[in-house]
């Protein structure tokens, strides 16, 4: 568990929640799944007596729960958002051929209150760490000379970590792409024979459910942007000011979500049209032979017709007693065979192109 304290100047980290906080603070309780299964009622109470309520039981289950998909929930006293990143695991070295296999889709929970952020992230989650050491970064001297600020309020805070898992996808969209071009070049090269039909398919039902994922986490964030607008007006200029800045990053989460969502329709649109392009292909291909065969077919029964004649048991059949009645044959069969293949090439029967 890893615990911070924030104000607008400085961050302080600790691994015990404080039992209270100063008046310009706000109190960051960031916790893996089991963690928070173990240690729920110290912090049920820690919530308890830093915002003066505790979680409802149904919302400790969606916290727990690993499957859960994204959306929004909320009280009077809190809010509740689960968000479902997109991120490669890390169980160990695997091929990239593997990599929509290694899509990582665990939810990460928020408990939003006013002076309190209680994060829920799975226990192998990368987010809280990078996140963490980005907000330590951002308290020092340097990076506030930079123009760098602080998150302002817990909302902000948690804005901020959700468009950190956002933006995790984009680090995947390279090899993602890579991947599925390559199984595209395979499909429409005619000189290959693709035969990696199951990996293809675990892959467009990889991307249907990120799509899935993502429509999710559209539909969470922009439930959350329709309560933001609920709450009630700011009393100072200073707090409007941070209320904008709150619709600012929402909108900006939001975008960065329906690029997402654009991005995986597009590499499924994609791998669709290769598939369909590689049956068209194929059966263009098939169509050729095919059609190569029946011009063939075509030209050689005449040929056996006249074989066939010249083979009968009949005595009296002209040419058949001639010297030179063989070469009259032959001579026939292949004036037939030339004028037939001259008649289908003019034709285009014959060829690689067709008019």
Same mark, same amino acid.
Request: aromatic residues 8%; charged residues 20%.
């Given at each position: 568990m890893?615990?911070?304290?924030?104000?607008? $100047? %400085?961050v302080?980290? &600790?691994?015990?929640?404080?039992?209270?906080?100063?008046? /310009?603070?706000?109190?960051?309780?960031?916790?893996?799944?089991?963690?928070? &299964?173990q240690?729920?009622?110290?912090? /049920?109470?820690?919530? %308890?007596q830093l915002?003066?309520?505790?979680?409802?039981?149904?919302?400790?289950?969606?916290?727990?729960?690993a499957?859960?998909?994204?959306?929004?929930?909320? $009280?009077?006293?809190?809010?509740?958002?689960?968000?479902?990143?997109?991120?490669?695991?890390?169980?160990?070295?695997?091929?990239?051929a593997?990599?929509?296999?290694?899509?990582?889709t665990?939810?990460?929970?928020?408990?939003?209150?006013d002076?309190?952020l209680?994060s829920v992230?799975?226990?192998?989650?990368?987010?809280?760490?990078?996140?963490?050491t980005?907000?330590?970064?951002?308290?020092? &001297?340097?990076?506030?000379n930079?123009?760098?600020?602080?998150?302002h309020n817990?909302?902000?805070l948690?804005?901020?970590?959700?468009?950190?898992?956002?933006?995790?996808?984009?680090?995947?969209? !390279?090899?993602? $792409?890579?991947?599925?071009?390559h199984?595209?070049? %395979?499909?429409?090269?005619?000189?290959?024979r693709? &035969?990696?039909? %199951?990996?293809?398919?675990?892959?467009? /039902?990889?991307?249907?459910q990120?799509?899935?994922?993502?429509?999710? /986490?559209?539909?969470?964030?922009?439930?959350?942007?329709?309560?933001?607008?609920?709450?009630?007006?700011?009393?100072?200029?200073?707090?409007?000011?941070?209320?904008?800045?709150?619709?600012?990053?929402?909108?900006?989460?939001?975008?960065?979500?329906?690029?997402?969502v654009?991005?995986?329709?597009?590499?499924?649109?994609?791998?669709?049209?290769?598939?369909?392009?590689?049956?068209?292909?194929q059966?263009? !291909?098939?169509?050729?032979?095919?059609?190569?065969?029946?011009?063939?077919?075509?030209?050689?029964?005449?040929?056996?017709?006249?074989?066939a004649?010249f @083979?009968?048991?009949?005595?009296?059949?002209?040419?058949?007693?001639?010297? $030179?009645?063989?070469?009259w044959?032959?001579?026939?069969?292949l004036?037939?065979?030339?004028c037939?293949?001259l008649?289908?090439? !003019?034709? !285009?029967?014959? @060829?690689?192109k067709?008019?």
């Open positions: 890893r615990v911070f304290t924030i104000n607008a $100047t %400085q302080a980290e &600790s691994h015990l929640v404080p039992e209270q906080v100063a008046a /310009q603070a706000f109190v960051w309780i960031s916790c893996a799944r089991s963690e928070f &299964s240690e729920l009622a110290a912090l /049920q109470h820690s919530l %308890q915002s003066g309520v505790s979680l409802v039981d149904l919302h400790v289950s969606d916290l727990l729960n499957h859960l998909p994204s959306h929004y929930d909320y $009280t009077s006293q809190y809010d509740l958002l689960v968000f479902r990143r997109l991120a490669a695991s890390h169980a160990g070295p695997q091929p990239s593997h990599v929509l296999k290694r899509l990582d665990s939810p990460v929970g928020f408990a939003l209150f002076r309190v209680l992230h799975p226990d192998d989650c990368l987010v809280r760490d990078a996140f963490a980005k907000l330590l970064a951002m308290a020092s &001297s340097e990076a506030r930079n123009g760098v600020k602080l998150p817990p909302a902000d948690m804005l901020r970590v959700v468009n950190t898992i956002v933006d995790g996808y984009l680090d995947l969209r !390279r090899e993602l $792409t890579r991947q599925l071009d199984w595209q070049a %395979q499909l429409l090269n005619p000189r290959s693709f &035969s990696n039909w %199951q990996a293809l398919l675990e892959a467009r /039902q990889s991307l249907h990120l799509d899935e994922v993502g429509e999710d /986490q559209r539909a969470a964030i922009q439930d959350w942007i329709e309560t933001l607008k609920s709450w009630p007006d700011p009393a100072n200029p200073l707090e409007l000011r941070e209320r904008d800045l709150l619709h600012v990053r929402s909108r900006d989460v939001l975008e960065h979500i329906e690029r997402v654009h991005h995986v329709r597009r590499l499924e649109q994609s791998v669709e049209t290769a598939v369909q392009m590689h049956y068209n292909a059966s263009n !291909r098939t169509n050729d032979i095919m059609r190569t065969l029946t011009v063939l077919t075509a030209i050689f029964m005449p040929l056996n017709l006249i074989a004649i @083979g009968m048991n009949f005595d009296v059949i002209p040419l058949v007693h001639n010297a $030179t009645g063989f070469w044959a032959v001579g026939a069969m004036l037939t065979a030339l037939l293949g008649l289908f090439w !003019r034709k !285009r029967y014959l @060829g690689n067709r008019i």
